[in-house]
């Protein structure tokens, strides 16, 4: 198996848990924060069922799957029968009712990939998006949030990389780097390769848990609270993962063949999944199987320079944690 270089952590890397662990501590949303989000919500619903009774709202992304970041804006998915044929409609009319009660900011906007509605409501000083009908959203975030309650490891990994991917300007997919989901994914994949293993698969389990959203099935174990200490067989620490995770980026993935993968929790080949060659926009130079829709590449926005610079940062990630004097200061320098 290729393996360009591996290299023994350093002999202190535990020094750097607790200051590491103070970080991601900061970045957590407090409660107040959430009861006012669960507040925004409430008061979404109340409008929406005034004009669609049948219609329900749910959060998806980083407010519901864990893994938010304190003052981050909240996803919300309207679900309503029939309006795919007429989105923008949907659309334009729910931003005149949020008008109408007084949220701000209020735009629609409908050509783009994924057409949302954006508001700001003054009273909790939130901000917003609202999508239609993007229920595979829904039952990812749920998926992610799932996974998080099996090992705290994840979430502290997790926050750690989201936070250096922001700080380093690599979190940006309209500029060919990853988006967060993409970037939990790896966390998630990375910890089910452990030996032994910090997270199991939970596709590859037992079906608790099954939903079919535009054609696809969706299911797996859900019943998390029975896995509690599944990852208590592997002791390293936080500090050893964040270095683990960079120098497996940095050195040891395959980038010419290999697809991680989360649904089964192993990694499979380009040629079994014919992403050998770049289709349309399609490139493949970094391969992260999306757990439902299977077509679907979350590295198939990045391109022949974003790869550069995205292959550079997981190497100077790597070799901070492996040799800098002070890790936590420079990991997240800004670009
Ligand atoms: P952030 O803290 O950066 O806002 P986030 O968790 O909200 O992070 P995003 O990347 O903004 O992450 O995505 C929001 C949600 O949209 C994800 O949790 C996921 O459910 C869904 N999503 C995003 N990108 C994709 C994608 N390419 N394919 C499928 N679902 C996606
Ligand atoms: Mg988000």
């Known amino acids: 198996r290729y393996m360009k270089r591996q290299v023994a952590c350093r002999g202190d890397i535990d020094s750097l848990n607790a200051p590491m662990l103070a970080i991601y501590e900061s970045l957590i949303p407090a409660e107040e924060e959430m009861a006012k989000q669960k507040q925004l919500l409430a008061l979404l619903e109340k409008i929406v069922c005034k004009e669609w009774p049948e219609a329900r709202l749910y959060l998806y992304g980083s407010c519901a799957n864990s893994f938010g970041f304190?003052?981050?804006d909240i996803d919300v998915c309207l679900t309503i029968a029939d309006a795919d044929t007429n989105k923008s409609?949907?659309?334009?009319?729910?931003?005149d009712l949020l008008q109408l009660e007084n949220l701000q900011n209020v735009q629609a906007l409908t050509r783009a990939r994924v057409p949302i509605v954006k508001l700001m409501d003054p009273v909790t000083g939130i901000s917003g998006d609202i999508c239609i009908n993007n229920v595979l959203a829904v039952v990812n975030t749920k998926l992610l949030r799932d996974y998080a309650c099996i090992d705290v490891r994840l979430r502290q990994l997790a926050f750690i990389v989201k936070h250096w991917a922001k700080s380093r300007g690599v979190n940006e997919t309209y500029q060919g780097t990853l988006s967060s989901y993409a970037y939990v994914l790896m966390c998630i994949h990375f910890l089910q390769q452990r030996r032994p293993a910090i997270l199991p698969c939970l596709q590859g389990m037992k079906t608790t848990y099954c939903v079919n959203v535009d054609n696809i099935e969706c299911a797996y174990f859900d019943q998390v609270e029975?896995?509690?200490g599944f990852g208590s067989h592997n002791g390293e620490s936080i500090a050893q993962l964040i270095w683990g995770f960079f120098s497996y980026w940095a050195y040891c993935h395959d980038y010419a063949n290999d697809v991680i993968s989360v649904r089964t929790g192993t990694i499979l080949s380009k040629r079994t999944k014919d992403w050998t060659r770049r289709i349309g926009n399609d490139?493949?130079?970094i391969c992260i199987e999306?757990?439902?829709e299977l077509s679907h590449d979350l590295g198939r926005v990045v391109d022949k320079y974003?790869?550069?610079?995205?292959r550079e940062e997981f190497e100077r990630a790597a070799e901070i944690m492996?040799?800098?004097p002070n890790p936590c200061v420079k990991l997240f320098e800004p670009y």
């Open 70 to 72: 304190s003052k981050s």
């Open 89 to 95: 409609e949907v659309l334009l009319k729910l931003a």
């Open 226 to 228: 029975n896995l509690f």
């Open 283 to 285: 490139r493949h130079l």
């Open 290 to 292: 999306d757990p439902f």
């Open 306 to 310: 974003s790869i550069r610079v995205l």
């Open 322 to 324: 492996q040799y800098d």
